[in-house]
């Protein structure tokens, strides 16, 4: 899995558009840096950024954040509706993917160090960064905001901050760096306009009078639409779910008489937290992140460098996925890629006008085959999980038994098939590279050979993975036809390769 986490730093700069776009600028050039989204809000005059990054890049995307609006804001100045205490008012660290809150927490402190000692700005570490109780909630630590604690600094030993002086920067003011949970931001309208109503049922499910620990909400009126709304933040969506604060809502609003219109998610959400409603809902058994097509390809697709690299550290993992049945599939891949290029230096060359309609039909093939490997690489991972999510089912009773014996079978029989499939697809990958090596371009007629070994690999390698899967399985009819078919591909597939030789060797 990839690792990441998100950065959403607050600006005291809403109304100078220019002034977030040079901060944003320097902090996109770090790398690895992908810019999620950014509001700007004039009254409250205050600008949110948010951002991913690899973790070890954080710290230097931030600082420069940090260095840039310390730079172009002056607090002095400032006035705006929404509480804050400095140019870059906070700055929390969110773990996202494969990355742990004990990791974001070293984050925290190392960009605080850099802010405090390079910059000269008081920097007070808050939520599970806290180094102390009384800094943990973000308005104890901004309390009195820039010009309390600009007046109270220097003389109040509670005010001390975790890292840089004890004095306010008078132009930059003080920040709050730490480390917080993903918010959701969850809002349900209800049918009717009593906010009275509204503001029972957000009593109902808020941690502060009595309802779940980590959800705060309110009850507001919306005119426009002449009903009523529920306003939530869910601080702590594996603690509380989407699911369980909805279906609470529901069963209170029926109290009063009222139903549930719709709901919606203000600004973006993790992707779990909606798997975790469609689990819920749809009563999914042994359901799991791996079986999202578009979260396998994420993980392991992609052309980018980063994505590649990506890649090679989920195989050297300690985890069975991505393994040998992806990365044979990767082989056939990278082949019909190389193909593909061996046709495009080709096609258009007067040299090879003969041939060129007949190329143009070869990279057709040959890029749809990348594309269909490429789905296997992912294809390749699901199906292992599907069988370890088979072998944990529950198996406390006969029906249960059977019921696994069952999952578990055709989960095997699923987890062979994939790599069979890798396999026919590659045998494609190998007729196309002959006809590369043999009508294509003789200046690329060494990639068309590598193309071929790339093929070859990915058979060789998606036939051990058919080969693993049936091994002592009980099903004889399946195992002798997997058995057939791999033979009749790995026979096919020798003759290719060296016909396939003897053409490239040939012309080099």
Known sequence: MIRLVECVPNFSEGRRKEVIDAIINEITSAPTVVLLDR???ADHNRAVVTFVCQPEHAVEACFRGYKKAAQLIDMQNHQGEHPRMGATDVCPFIPISDFSEAEAKELAHQLGKRVGDELEIPVYLYESAATRPGRENLAD???GE????????????????????????????????????PLVAF?????????????KIANAVRFARGGYRFVKAMGFSIAERNLT??????VRYTKTPIFRVFE??????????????????????????LIDVADFYLQLENFSA?????????????????STDDFYNEVAAKTPTPGGGSVAAAAGTMGAALSSMVCRLTIGKKKYKDVAEELKGVLEDSERLRDELKEMIAKDGAAFDRLVAARKMAKDTEAEIAKRNEAILEATRGAARTPLDTAGLALRVMDVSRAVAEKGNVNSV??????ALMAKAAIDGAIYNVKINISGFEDTAFVDEMQTKTKEIQEKSDRLADEIKNIVESKL
């Open 187 to 199: 809002n349900v309208y209800l049918s009717t306009n009593r906010v009275s109503i509204a503001k």
């Open 141 to 143: 630590v901004r309390k």
């Open 39 to 41: 509001e700007m809000d």
């Open 446 to 451: 060494s990639d068309a050979g590598v193309a």
């Open 248 to 273: 609470s809502i529901k069963s209170e609003a029926t109290r009063y008489g009222v139903s549930v219109l719709s709901s919606e998610i203000i600004g973006l959400v993790p992707q779990q937290a």
């Open 146 to 181: 820039y010009e309390g604690i600009r007046d109270t600094l220097e003389t109040d030993p509670d005010r001390k901050p975790d890292y840089g002086p004890a004095r306010m920067n008078l132009k930059a003011g003080a920040t709050a760096i730490g480390v917080r949970f």
């Open 290 to 306: 791996g079986q999202v097509l578009e979260e396998k390809l994420r993980r392991m697709g992609g052309s980018s460098a980063s």
């Open 229 to 234: 709304q529920v306003s939530m933040n869910l």
